[in-house]
């Protein structure tokens, strides 16, 4: 593993970043500049001043995604600040390009209060067509996304959401390798932060939704065990999960828990379970332990104490559980939908693509591989027609525009 990490520092001094911008109007003549700069350049500016929509096609704002962080939270590493970030958004911005043919921008900010970070990003909106806020701590992450669901374009907090649609997309194809329903099982989230809140809110979402179908049970943990309504110490975003996940008011901690549950999904930190634990789950437990680079329990261990199917967020075990596989397609897809905002119907179109692109899951094949691109093609029209669906697409829009 060291040997990797001076590997890709040895990479980046050599490539000094990932991404680079190119011109896309050839640029070797007169004539040339003269239609990509002054004076022509006025006429797109003309046509978009009297139909702004117009941007989204005569300007990169239809293809392009904002990368935004204020480097609190990053992977692994904590609160290291906005400029330690930026490898990091970087190589967000590289997928985009790779998996959705996106381009992104990343955009760090030496900013903390969430009344700052959102006037900025509303500030800079008018450039791009989404918005993907990346590793900005809880709770402010949870406050800074919701208030910027009204500026237009999508605005998505990958580390909650992608995270989620990914994770989701496990429980359900886990759950038909061993011909369960989702109602039936017992789900057990050790992690209240962002992806922890994320995952909840889906596997709990109830609307006129046939793809949404809620677990039985879930229960949520953090470092001071079960959840609960009026707990000491509930901050408003852990009240909110109590009343969605525990309204009955179970005390414990994780073991108590764990005791008799189907499925066990680890967003917190590593080394936290063994065998032993894993044993006082239900039938043919499904162990889904997301931390890194160190798992809340290793494979081998998970197995030994019984558990059928098992996930991890490393490349190196089988059914990794990479957001990789949702947030290109997510953002293609609304970017080509013009969409406005994301939606519930949009997150479940994303998860029935991620979990189709697997015909015939097995124990150890319960979602595609990281690097099948594919996946995001998918995704990204099931999106795209959520979005039809729900009510935010502005394609026919930008149709009659076209038209002008």
Request: charged share 25%; proline share 5%; with cysteine.
């Amino acid at each position: 593993m060291d040997d990797l990490y001076e590997r890709s520092l040895a990479r980046h001094r050599e490539t000094r970043g990932k991404i680079e911008v190119r011109s896309r109007m050839r640029l070797e003549s007169t004539d040339d500049l003269s239609l990509a700069y002054t004076p022509g350049v006025a006429r797109p500016c003309e046509v978009i001043a009297e139909h702004p929509g117009a941007a989204w096609d005569l300007t990169w704002k239809g293809r392009t995604v904002a990368v935004v962080s204020d480097g609190s939270a990053v992977l692994g590493l904590g609160d290291i600040g906005p400029k330690a970030a930026l490898p990091v958004m970087e190589g967000k911005a590289a997928l985009f390009r790779e998996f959705a043919g996106i381009d992104a921008v990343p955009v760090v900010l030496d900013a903390r209060e969430p009344d700052e970070i959102v006037a900025i990003v509303r500030a800079i909106s008018p450039t791009y067509g989404g918005i993907n806020l990346e590793d900005i701590s809880a709770p402010r992450c949870f406050e800074i996304e919701d208030r910027l669901q009204d500026i237009g374009i999508p605005v998505l907090h990958d580390d909650q959401h992608g995270t989620a649609i990914v994770l989701v997309a496990a429980i359900m194809n886990a759950a038909r390798v061993l011909q369960k329903s989702l109602w039936s099982m017992s789900v057990v989230i050790n992690g209240a932060g962002a992806a922890g809140r994320a995952i909840a809110r889906l596997l709990t979402c109830v609307d006129d939704d046939e793809r949404c179908v809620p677990v039985g049970k879930l229960r949520m943990c953090d470092s001071k065990g079960m959840i609960w309504p009026g707990r000491p110490g509930n901050n408003e975003q852990k009240e909110e999960l109590a009343a969605l996940t525990n309204s009955d008011g179970e005390k414990g901690d994780l073991r108590d828990a764990l005791r008799g549950a189907n499925v066990f999904v680890g967003v917190s930190r590593g080394d936290l379970l063994n065998a032993d634990d894993i044993r006082t789950m239900g039938e043919d437990p499904i162990v889904l332990a997301m931390a890194n680079p160190i798992p809340e329990i290793m494979p081998d261990e998970a197995r030994a104490g019984g558990a059928k199917i098992v996930g991890t967020g490393r490349s190196d075990f089988p059914n990794q559980v990479n957001n990789v596989l949702a947030f290109p397609g997510l953002f293609r897809g609304a970017l080509e939908a013009r969409a406005t905002c994301f939606t519930n119907k949009m997150k479940f179109a994303a998860i029935e693509a991620i979990t189709q692109a697997v015909e015939e899951p097995t124990t150890n094949r319960i979602l595609p591989e990281a690097f099948d691109r594919s996946v995001a093609v998918q995704v990204s029209k099931h999106v795209a027609e959520a979005a039809r669906l729900s009510g935010v697409c502005h394609a026919e829009m930008a149709a009659e525009i076209r038209a002008t």
